[in-house]
């Protein structure tokens, strides 16, 4: 008879440290994120449609 104990455990075990592995992925990007300097926004109007940049 299979140990079921065993392979529950075991697959407990690989799901916490999958979720644990997806979590510090996450806060390095969050990391990574909050530590670049902030993007220039540039407002651009519209008239009938047309960007009045160059293209």
């Known amino acids: 008879m299979p140990d079921y104990k065993k392979m ?5 075990r690989a799901t916490e440290q999958a979720i644990n592995t997806l979590i510090q992925a996450q806060q390095e990007c969050e990391e990574l994120y909050i530590s670049e300097p902030e993007t ?16």
């Open 40 to 55: 220039e926004l540039k407002i651009i109007s519209l008239q009938n449609g047309q960007s009045n940049e160059e293209p």
């Open 8 to 12: 529950y455990l075991t697959l407990f």
